[in-house]
Antibody
């Protein structure tokens, strides 16, 4: 059974870089059928798509976040990662990793709360 | 980019049928698939409809999806409502990137 698990610091200081990793088990990140990506949800608010990546490294990003976002993949570890630079309090959210069909999530991790605060 | 607009909330009684709409602001609703996600309180979203009207395995056939080009909208219909259906529902579609609707809180009372 496919499982996705987010990991990384739960607290990040303003202006620093948020870094999260998603570890995939029960399936290969090198599958030709899927992309892998990130979505976030500020407390009490709706979902915002961040971006997705193919195992070859091809990426799609949300235009509103593109200048601050990098998504990368490590096929040897069956992991993919998110970096979001120059964070502010507005970046406080639950961050979900998810398997994607292109840019559409279809199977989600449980999510991890990241708070931006000094 | 375009927007997807959903009603903020809907409510209905157990056993009844409810429909949640999702209207695309620009571009044709039929040009890209629509997905629907259910999010229960404190949990991650799960897919209940993909590719406009397809149900993942394990999703009951009480859930159905459709699109209407005349209103440029998609709809999620849940029949035979159960209290366990109470959740937030999000539509999603895309062009060059992915867009979520604002979400609809379904109350089953």
């Amino acid at each position: 059974q496919l499982q996705l698990q987010e990991s990384g610091p739960g607290l990040v200081k303003p202006s620093e870089t948020l870094s999260l990793t998603c570890t995939v088990s029960g399936g290969s990140i090198s599958s030709s059928s899927y992309y892998w990506g990130w979505i976030r949800q500020p407390p009490g608010k709706g979902l915002e798509w961040i971006g997705s990546i193919y195992y070859s490294g091809s990426t799609y990003y949300n235009p509103s976040l593109k200048s601050r976002v990098t998504i990368s993949v490590d096929t040897s570890k069956n992991q993919f990662s998110l970096k979001l630079s120059s964070v502010t309090a507005a970046d406080t959210a639950v961050y979900y990793c998810a398997r994607h069909l292109g840019v559409s999530p279809d199977y989600w991790g449980q999510g991890t709360l990241v708070t931006v605060s000094s | 980019n375009f927007m997807l607009t959903q009603p903020h909330s809907v409510s209905e009684s157990p056993g009844k049928t409810v429909t949640i709409s999702c209207t695309r602001s620009s571009g044709s609703i039929a040009s890209n698939y629509v997905q629907w996600y259910q999010q229960r309180p404190g949990s991650a979203p799960t897919t209940v409809i993909y590719e406009d009207n397809q149900r993942p395995s394990g999703v009951p056939d009480r859930f159905s999806g459709s699109i209407d080009s005349s209103s440029n909208s998609a709809s999620l219909t849940i029949s035979g409502l159960k209290t366990e259906d109470e959740a937030d529902y999000y539509c999603q579609s895309y062009d060059s990137s992915s867009v979520f609707g604002g979400g609809t809180k379904l109350t089953v009372l």
